[in-house]
């Protein structure tokens, strides 16, 4: 028995260091010919050893596979199946040959020459590897390519020291002879020589099998080779060369990553795993490959220059800049690897080669539309780390390894019942489903089960990765197209931003969540946090109203974005994952408290007085200010209130309490009229007189609403407070599609509209001030990323006093002549510290609570905001579920929120008062009865008989 577990032990010590010194002796190659040439010639010579790697791949997975599985075979066999796959890698070495030729065209040189030579030699000593594998004698694979491991890495040291042999032309000469050396001693050690008697009836015997294997491996790197050959022969052999050297340097990372199977597979089928169970084995695994590529990525791109030109010469500066992305690249596939690796271990054989063929169609053709659009390295890797979230992203939804089922802990039977088929000749859903139930009392073969479940609705989650794509790919690649080139790499620090908001928006997009609050704060975030600055730092253009940015702090303020989402993003985590605790009370109390009738929310009689007292303030203003507010500017009609109430004066409150008691009360009326149409629907008598007297308060307020709050002389996020909120209580988001649809529609107003709805500020005369959305974004209205950097620059200088800003916040009522401190707005003292004659500046979010508490106070702040808005997003659904539309509050704070997000606190918070204020007002205590305080209702006369005792129970 010991020596049985020594010899076993041999063998996968031997056949692990086979696996390691073939892997690398490919790859040291690839950087001792960095070293030593020129990155252009480095690109041709690159292109060639990548479709090189591509053949052995294919022919890995066609001639290897097959000679794994006859491992417990006699030798003879064996061997006489090596002999076969011998002479099919001679067979096809011309063909790769000729590719070569091709793709080196008529000026091909002595080095293209030399890896042509080179290829039937590699293909052979390939395959025999796996002979050997087959035959228990992996210790013969592991020393000959150990061989040529170590001479490969001595080629690699002589370019290190500079030797004068250490030229291009007798490296690869040096390193082609080494491969024949080894595939000598392979030979010499299996006793395997190339057979073509039978070759012909051994072809036609499972060539499918062979087809399918040797797709399923070689695809990948085929797709690869397809985009090198694009990037060198439409862009530039530089580019091609950039592209393999950072490939090259994570290269470890896709060994490591190819070991996965040989962990997880094996062991999954000794203990009949059920697939659960192999997938959270899957996943612990992929988590630590995906950060530990993200770790290994950053290294890489911090890496010294002087240690950087040990692995790739003069290409490793050139293939720093793009080493990140494709890190990130690397980080995402191994998920889609991982759900390929998880099907493989259930023989879904055919569902993985699909995936991998989607992958193999989708990565070169994002390639190169980011290849043509930015005719860089960078556009081609983008493009790539795009099919690969795609990919992944697909995979996963598509399979959702984690809910499969099925026992695993049943093995199949040796005989098994025709499945039921419809008339088509597919298996019926109906009767997939009683096979399902069935279960053990089958014992089908679980890859079978597995294939029986209902298959995965992909509207949605092909609506996210779409809108993702455009959000995250799109909008982005427009942005850097119409833009100039910049000098240096600074205009990647939005793109994190851009990613994480395109992300959590295309969810919310495709999962239809009415989650407003949110909506709001990341349509913010991607336009003002992330296009902007992307389009400000490509033009090194920063808004005309915040001169002398300080270039250097765009990290800082990047870092400050980052962190802020971040701890949002952990926030409404953390209330997502206690939500389910919440969601069970709820349903008690609602049980007890009986879910057949809706409550009213709204006081009738609260909503008429505050109308009363909306209606009498309204005509206070408009008497001293102008009837016909619409026909004013807004420069005019600012003018005319100034006049009327000076800046410092009690009256100060009077434009808010003005807006906001209309707006609330006509949207407190119209929720009143739709909780009494309810009502009427369950057997209640509405009195007409209440009905009239509710739809001419509605028509009375909407007229002064629109008067007060038109989009001429009011300011436009004012504006489209009192639109949208008013919208929302006629039904905007009673639907997920109109959610959806709403959610788009605001994104594409904030870059092509909110712009120009700007043109009156100053008179009725229309004066737009951008020529294009991309011009917009460098306009006065996207200074939120400038004034983070202003913001730092002030704190730093000035300190921060803890609270400060706050304090006039809450305190906003108190006049300054009897506060004479009262701390100005945040944007008015960033402008004042910098020295700026314009002070109508924004203060972000961000910058508010930095300023207020420094880091810590960002960080708790943003965290407490995510946990608070998750929270009550979720409240605003289900009053939508049940009444279509939210309360007062749900339906103008939302958009309220564009406001306090963008800043300042202190200009926003008396508006903020009076919605809070009303709102609370209007609403109907939770102590009182169901029907108390709504439209009048006639009262019912008790019921005269019993209903049957059958129309309600149960059987």
Avoid at 64 to 87: C, K, N, V
Avoid at 698 to 719: E, K
Wanted: with cysteine.
């Amino acid at each position: 028995m010991a020596k049985h577990l020594s010899k076993s032990a041999v063998r996968a010590i031997s056949g692990a260091s086979d696996q390691v010194f073939s892997s690398l002796s490919n790859g040291l190659i690839i950087y001792a010919v960095a070293v030593v040439t020129a990155t252009d010639d480095f690109g041709e010579i690159a292109l060639l050893l990548t479709l090189l790697s591509a053949a052995i791949g294919a022919l890995r997975g066609a001639l290897g596979t097959p000679l794994l599985l006859t491992a417990g075979r006699d030798s003879s066999d064996i061997r006489r199946e090596g002999a076969f796959a011998f002479t099919s890698a001679l067979l096809v070495s011309p063909v790769v040959g000729a590719v070569m030729w091709a793709v080196g065209g008529a000026g091909i040189g002595l080095q293209a020459i030399l890896i042509i030579v080179a290829t039937p030699i590699v293909l052979a000593e390939d395959v025999l590897r796996f002979v050997a594998i087959a035959l228990g004698r992996p210790h013969i694979a592991a020393l000959w390519d150990g061989v040529w491991f170590a001479g490969s890495a001595a080629l690699l040291v002589a370019t290190w020291l500079r030797l004068p042999l250490a030229t291009t032309t007798n490296i690869l000469g040096v390193w082609t002879a080494l491969a024949l050396i080894s595939l000598a001693g392979m030979v010499v050690g299996v006793r395997v020589f190339p057979r073509f008697k039978n070759f012909r009836a051994w072809i036609s015997d499972g060539w499918q099998h062979r087809v399918r294997y040797g797709a399923d491996y070689g695809l990948e790197q085929t797709a690869v080779f397809g985009v090198l050959l694009f990037a060198s022969v439409i862009l530039t052999p530089y580019v091609s060369a950039t592209l393999r050297g950072a490939t090259a340097l994570l290269a470890p990372i896709a060994i490591a990553t190819s070991a996965i199977p040989l962990v997880v597979i094996p062991e999954s089928r000794r203990q009949n795993m059920a697939p659960q169970r192999v997938w959270n084995a899957l996943a612990r695994i992929t988590l630590v490959s995906s950060c530990g590529t993200a770790l290994f990525g950053t290294a890489l791109f911090f890496l010294p220059s002087k240690l950087g030109e040990l692995l790739l010469g003069d290409t490793f500066d050139d293939a720093r800049g793009i080493i990140p992305i494709v890190a990130i690249e690397y980080a995402i596939v191994v998920w889609a690897v991982a759900v390929i690796f998880f099907l493989r271990a259930f023989n879904r054989s055919a569902d993985a080669l699909a995936l991998k063929l989607t992958y193999a169609l989708v990565m070169p053709a994002m390639a190169f539309g980011g290849g043509l659009l930015f005719h860089t390295a960078a556009g081609v890797v983008v493009g790539m780390a795009s099919a690969a979230t795609f990919n992944a992203a697909f995979s996963l939804i598509r399979i959702k390894p984690w809910k499969s089922q099925g026992p695993a802990d049943h093995p199949p039977s040796a005989e098994q019942e025709p499945l039921p088929s419809s008339a088509s000749g597919r298996v019926s859903t109906d009767a997939g489903d009683q096979l399902l139930k069935v279960g053990a009392a089958k014992a089908m073969p679980l890859a079978t089960r597995l294939r029986l479940h209902p298959p995965t609705q992909l509207g949605e989650p092909l609506m996210t990765l779409w809108t993702f794509a455009v959000l995250a790919l799109l909008v982005p690649a427009v942005i850097i197209r119409f833009t100039g080139i910049p000098d240096g790499l600074t205009w990647l620090w939005p793109l994190p931003a851009v990613v994480i908001a395109s992300a959590r928006l295309a969810w919310l997009v495709g999962k239809g969540d009415r989650r407003l609050f949110e909506m709001i704060f990341w349509v913010y975030t991607y336009a003002f946090m992330g296009l902007a600055p992307l389009a400000q730092i490509r033009q090194d253009h920063w808004p005309i109203t915040v001169p002398r940015v300080d270039d250097t702090l765009i990290g800082i303020a990047t870092l400050m974005v980052l962190l802020g989402l971040g701890a949002f993003l952990a926030g409404a985590g953390l209330d997502g994952a206690t939500s389910l605790r919440r969601d069970k009370g709820a349903q008690k109390r609602a049980d007890a408290n009986g879910t057949g009738a809706q409550k009213f929310t709204i006081s009738y009689q609260r909503a008429v007085l505050l109308a009363t007292f909306a209606i009498l303030i309204a005509l206070y203003y408009l008497s001293n200010v102008g009837w016909f507010q619409f026909l004013l500017g807004r420069a005019e009609a600012r003018a005319a209130y100034d006049a009327v109430w000076p800046v410092g004066s009690p009256g100060v409150v009077v434009l808010p309490c003005t807006y906001m008691a209309l707006l609330v009360a006509f949207i407190a009326l119209v929720r009143c009229r739709q909780e009494a149409k309810a009502a009427s629907l369950r057997g209640a008598t509405i009195l007409p007189s209440a009905r009239r007297g509710n739809l001419f308060l509605i028509v009375v307020v909407g007229l002064l609403l629109a008067d007060v709050m038109n989009p001429i002389s009011t300011a436009r996020y004012h504006t489209g407070t009192a639109i949208f909120g008013a919208a929302t209580a006629f039904g905007l988001f009673a639907t997920h599609r109109r959610f959806r649809g709403f959610t788009c529609s605001l994104l594409a107003a904030m870059l092509a509209i909110f712009p120009f709805t700007h043109a009156f500020r100053t008179t009725l005369k229309a004066s737009f001030k951008a020529a294009n959305p991309v011009d917009s974004l460098m306009s006065g209205d996207y200074d939120s990323f400038a004034q983070l950097m202003n913001g730092y620059l002030v704190g730093t200088r000035e300190g921060i006093p803890v609270g400060k800003q706050f304090s006039g916040v809450l305190l906003f009522w108190l006049r300054r002549a009897w506060w004479e401190d009262k701390p100005v707005d945040t944007g008015v003292h960033i402008a004042n510290v910098r020295g700026y004659g314009f002070t109508n500046l924004s203060a972000p979010l961000w910058i508010e609570l930095y300023l207020n508490g420094g880091w810590v106070l960002l960080v708790v702040g943003m965290f407490a905001l995510g946990y608070g808005l998750h929270r009550w997003d979720t409240r605003l659904e289900a009053q939508i579920q049940v009444a279509r539309i939210p309360g007062p509050v749900g339906c103008i704070l939302p958009f309220y929120m564009l406001i306090l997000l963008r800043g300042s606190l202190l200009q926003a918070a008396a508006f903020l008062f009076f919605i809070v204020t009303f709102s609370l007002f209007v609403a109907q205590r939770k102590k009182a009865n169901t029907r108390r305080g709504a439209l009048h209702v006639r009262p019912q006369p008790p019921p005269t008989r019993m209903e049957p005792r059958a129309a309600y129970a149960s059987p």
